[in-house]
């Protein structure tokens, strides 16, 4: 129902800022992205993928311990976006991030499974 597309990943340095967009677009003309909450989650070489941060279509945030108060999650209804702006990057932050979509009022930061709509991914490369 809908294609998700990141961008603006790319490499910073420790303690920079950094702001990732996901763009969705429409596959079918009745797709309402309010019907939809959505996430971000990221992945490292051999880790799991770990979910970072959601937004409920009310509006409701959650985030990981590991990115709490450094990272905010915003949806932006006129650019049709799924925002992520990340602050005090650390080296441990380097991954691919990758946006998600399921189509429910509330989004957990897992399982991957509760979601049905994913993006390729952006990089984002924090160098010391």
């Known amino acids: 129902q809908v294609q998700l597309v990141e961008s603006g990943g790319r490499s910073e340095q420790t303690g920079g800022s950094l702001r990732i967009s996901c763009k969705d677009i429409p596959i079918i003309p009745s797709y309402d992205r309010s019907e939809y909450c959505m996430g971000w989650f990221r992945q490292t070489p051999g880790k799991e993928r770990e979910g970072v941060a959601a937004i409920d279509t009310d509006g409701t945030t959650r985030y990981a311990d590991s990115v709490e108060g450094r990272f905010t999650i915003s949806n932006d209804n006129i650019k049709n976006t799924l925002d992520l702006q990340m602050n005090n990057l650390q080296p441990e932050d380097s991954a691919t991030y990758v946006c998600?979509?399921?189509?429910?009022?509330?989004?957990?930061?897992?399982?991957?499974?509760?979601?049905?709509?994913w993006g390729q991914g952006t990089e984002v490369t924090v160098s010391s």
């Open positions: 998600a979509a399921a189509k429910f009022s509330r989004c957990p930061l897992a399982p991957e499974s509760w979601y049905e709509f």
